[in-house]
């Protein structure tokens, strides 16, 4: 018998369109190996909300695999040491992954290549990141060109079929009960929320897709309506790869319509990877060198409005709607994402950083490259960022975008408001219980404007 090949998983929790089962899946035996690593310095620890999804796909992997004749390995420590010692238990020859950009990942894959022969293959995300230049060779900053010149690389390759068989090592090493790992929470459990919006999975993946292609001719007159279904839920399923974008695209593509627009925001998922490969600390530093010298608030006052706003209690009833479903169901509506940012980090005058942790710790979907570019892009502080003087009136974003029953699904106090009160309800229709606003938009615009100003004017 041939000597086994590990494919070692991390956000590519698929069987189709897989290229590193694709590699070995006719070779011989394989030994699929998910590694939790907390104990790398540097590796950035999983948010609250992303281990509990990590449990479900990894449970869902484990079922797939096991109707292929095979099993998910699941071993904690750092890659490279359980690696090697899979491969040493075994006679393992080679292992087998998928390319990843964040830091750590790239970390990982270098002491992993220092002791095990390891080939890494392409296919999260429509080109390699990193591969997408300018004429002059140089990687891009700015999405609009980024996103002409990958779309002269589409279509990405059809995806591949999963394998029927995979083939089982003659026995099979150790693997952790994945319930000692502890990725769902107890005591409080929290997640009553995520279980009711979501199932983890490559087929609940499929099932979005595909209930999403009959919309995406749409896309673009329904995707900014927070109360709609206009968007395809997909984020955290492509986010820890249960399916591939080359999938999303061929499924999609030939909607018609404004499905344009929404290709353009999986080159937008893209995009931030390629800026990450440039600036691997992004979720840390800003880009712009003036956000070093920001006199962002700090102090007990700034921290209770902090507070305020991870609570969904700010008294802006659209930010109080987004924040609330962030909290319950691990993910909020893109427009509500950026009216949300925008307050901490104009209106409250709070350093971005809080709002990315924030997010990272709650979202699904939680994505180091797409959350750290959507909040420098946000904020102003990134290499292709709106402006930070532009500021946002979440009042009149609420309007504009017809939050009204967005507000009443998530702000249940405000429930009996008409739809003209309910985005800014006038004080004496305020219930009792729904806090006053904790700062007036016109003071918080001279307030940001003016501390911008500063550090702008101390360079
Ligand atoms: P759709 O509108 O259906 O878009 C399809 C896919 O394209 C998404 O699933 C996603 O993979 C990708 N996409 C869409 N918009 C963006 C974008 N602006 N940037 C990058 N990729 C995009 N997205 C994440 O996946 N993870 C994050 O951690 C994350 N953090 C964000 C933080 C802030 C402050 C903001 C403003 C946006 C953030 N986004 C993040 C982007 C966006 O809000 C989500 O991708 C989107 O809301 C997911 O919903 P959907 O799958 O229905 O998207």
Redesign the pocket.
């Given at each position: 018998m041939a000597s086994p090949c590990i494919v070692w998983l991390r956000r590519d929790l698929r069987l189709a369109d897989q290229a590193a089962f694709a590699a070995v899946a006719a070779t011989g035996p394989v030994i699929p190996v998910y590694v939790l690593d907390d104990e790398t310095p540097r590796h950035r620890r999983m948010g609250g909300a992303a281990r509990w999804w990590l449990h479900h796909s990894l449970a869902s992997l484990d079922a797939a695999l096991r109707e292929r004749g095979s099993r998910l390995i699941l071993r904690r420590g750092r890659c490279e040491e359980v690696l090697a010692a899979i491969a040493g238990e075994t006679g393992a020859s080679a292992v087998h992954a998928l390319h990843h950009y964040e830091p750590w990942w790239r970390n990982a894959e270098k002491a992993v290549g220092k002791r095990l022969a390891l080939h890494l293959h392409h296919g999260n995300y429509l080109a390699p990141p990193g591969t997408v230049l300018t004429g002059a060779g140089t990687p891009y900053r700015i999405f609009t060109p980024f996103w002409r010149a990958l779309g002269e690389l589409m279509p990405p390759l059809a995806p591949l079929p999963a394998p029927a068989r995979i083939m089982p090592p003659a026995a099979w090493p150790a693997s952790e009960p994945l319930a000692d790992w502890a990725l769902l929470p107890r005591a409080p459990d929290w997640a009553g929320g995520l279980r009711a919006a979501w199932r983890p999975g490559e087929d609940e993946a499929r099932a979005r897709l595909e209930a999403?292609a009959g919309k995406a001719a749409r896309?673009e007159a329904t995707?900014n309506l927070p109360a709609g279904d206009g968007?395809?839920?997909?984020?955290p399923h492509?986010?820890f790869g249960e399916v591939s974008p080359a999938q999303?695209w061929h499924a999609v593509a030939g909607a018609g319509g404004s499905v344009g627009t929404?290709l353009g925001?999986?080159g937008?998922?893209d995009?931030?990877q390629n800026v990450i490969v440039q600036f691997p600390e992004y979720g840390a530093r800003a880009a712009r060198p003036e956000f070093a010298d920001l006199a962002w608030r700090t102090g007990p006052a700034a921290e209770a409005d902090l507070r305020a706003w991870r609570r969904g209690r700010t008294g802006y009833p659209i930010v109080d709607a987004g924040m609330r479903q962030l909290w319950a169901t691990g993910?909020?509506?893109?427009r509500v994402?950026?009216i949300a940012?925008s307050f901490l980090v104009k209106h409250l005058l709070i350093d971005w950083r809080e709002?990315e942790q924030w997010?990272?710790d709650t979202?699904v979907?939680?994505?180091y490259g797409?959350?750290a570019?959507?909040?420098q892009?946000?904020a102003g502080s990134g290499v292709d960022a709106n402006m930070f003087v532009r500021i946002m009136a979440p009042l009149v974003q609420s309007e504009k975008f017809d939050a009204a029953g967005y507000i009443r699904a998530w702000v249940p106090e405000l429930a009996g408001l008409s739809d003209s009160e309910i985005h800014d309800p006038p004080d004496h229709r305020r219930p009792r219980g729904y806090p006053a606003r904790i700062i007036e938009h016109r003071a918080a615009r001279e307030r940001a404007l003016a501390a911008h100003g500063a550090a702008k004017g101390a360079r």
């Open positions: 999403f896309y995707r968007t395809s839920l997909l984020s492509l986010h999303v929404f925001e999986l937008w998922r995009y931030a993910w909020m509506h893109n994402r950026m940012a709002g997010f990272w979202l979907d939680a994505d797409s959350n570019v959507n909040w892009w946000v």
